[in-house]
């Protein structure tokens, strides 16, 4: 452990703190450190069990109100955690999306380029765009980056995500680095429709949730486009790697310099890399495991089109291969979870948590 671990002074602003990410990060940082926790989020209820905490302030809002913004912007270590990430909302929502995935984080970078504080700003895998089926490894600072026309809105996350980091980048006095998280699975992610959300979360949840219900997988587009799974344990990991490093080298170095960790890191797992219909499959068998039955009686999956499913302007990216070369190469972190312990223990979660839904 780094001694700042131990250090009582030092307060992290987590911005969506009660998010899926942010309820895992805030467990982690309460037990592996002594660090205080300043969380702000709409909705709280993955992170009942902290809110009495004597270590955390937790603030109902976002980060549409401006003197939000400069009150997180105090803390010297910013998390944003905060958007809107599921693709059913990017065609019907466009405005919102783009809102949530660049104004807001724009006058946040803003607001930590004034104070000096260290912006941890989450963007997305998406970043890559419309990527086909035989794309290679996504590489950071290499791949090209190709989107779909504006009238195919399901870009719309991903460009505003894009701007943002640009726009961090593009900000001299600001301290920054910026997280790609690619697909991201475990206990507590998007939700259960009609249970605790409305509307289509992604893969993960929907199929648990299908799988809950005894109602068929849908495949949208014949389940072929592939995505690689990454245990959101794994990526807690890698926030205490860059913690770590930063918090090491600005012992040594001059404070008021940029760090280098002032760049972007994909945060994945290409040796979990699936199809979605080679992902229904198991999560299929994983559940017929954790229910004691034959996996025959689990309904087959059953196609569908994006657009029907999803709605006018849906595309897909047909691959996200990341390079994770960078994260292990400066900070010595690599994602360990195999894709069956993953799925497992999501599932298993999921099956738990909603049992009755
Ligand atoms: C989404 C978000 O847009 C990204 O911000 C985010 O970084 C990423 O998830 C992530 O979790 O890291 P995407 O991977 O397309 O991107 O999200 P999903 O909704 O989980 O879809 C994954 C694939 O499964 C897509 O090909 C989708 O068409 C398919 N899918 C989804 C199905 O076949 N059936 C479903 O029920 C849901």
Redesign the pocket.
């Known amino acids: 452990m780094i001694p700042q671990f131990n250090d009582q002074s030092i307060t992290v602003a987590i911005v969506g703190c009660g998010g899926f990410i942010g309820c895992h990060l805030l467990d982690a940082i309460l037990t592996r450190t002594k660090w205080r926790v300043f969380g702000v989020d709409l909705d709280f209820y993955r992170i009942q069990h902290r809110l009495n905490d004597e270590r955390c302030e937790f603030m109902v809002a976002d980060l549409a109100d401006k003197s939000v913004v400069e009150r997180i912007a105090k803390y010297p270590i910013v998390v944003n955690l905060a958007a809107i990430?599921?693709?059913s909302r990017y065609m019907a929502e466009a405005p919102e999306v783009i809102r949530s995935n660049y104004d807001h984080p724009a006058a946040l970078a803003d607001a930590c380029a004034k104070s000096g504080s260290w912006l941890i700003h989450f963007s997305?895998?998406?970043i890559y765009g419309r990527t086909s089926a035989d794309s290679d490894l996504l590489v950071e600072d290499e791949s090209e980056l190709t989107f779909g026309p504006v009238t195919a809105s399901r870009w719309s996350?991903a460009t505003a995500k894009l701007l943002t980091e640009r726009y961090i980048a593009g900000l001299k006095n600001l301290k920054w680095t910026v997280v790609r998280?690619?697909?991201?699975v475990g206990p507590y992610m998007d939700f259960m429709p009609g249970v605790d959300g409305s509307g289509?979360p992604?893969?993960?949840a929907?199929?648990s949730s299908a799988l809950v219900r005894g109602e068929p997988?849908?495949?949208?587009?014949g389940?072929v486009?592939k995505?690689s799974f990454t245990s959101v344990f794994d990526a807690v990991d890698f926030m205490f790697a860059l913690f770590e490093a930063e918090l090491s080298t600005s012992a040594t170095e001059n404070a008021a310099e940029k760090s280098p960790l002032s760049q972007a890191f994909n945060i994945g797992n290409p040796e979990n890399e699936l199809t979605?219909a080679e992902l229904a499959n198991k999560m299929r068998k994983i559940f017929a495991e954790i229910k004691g039955v034959s996996v025959d009686t689990i309904p087959e999956p059953e196609e569908v089109s994006?657009v029907e499913y999803y709605g006018e302007g849906y595309e897909?990216?047909m691959r996200?291969l990341p390079s994770v070369e960078k994260a292990e190469r400066l900070l010595g972190f690599k994602a360990k979870t195999p894709i069956d312990v993953v799925l497992r223990e999501s599932l298993e979660w999921f099956v738990g948590h909603y049992s009755n839904g």
């Open positions: 990430c599921t693709p997305t895998s998406e996350y998280p690619f697909n991201f289509i992604r893969v993960l929907n199929f997988l849908k495949l949208v587009n389940g486009a995505r979605i994006g897909d990216s996200r």
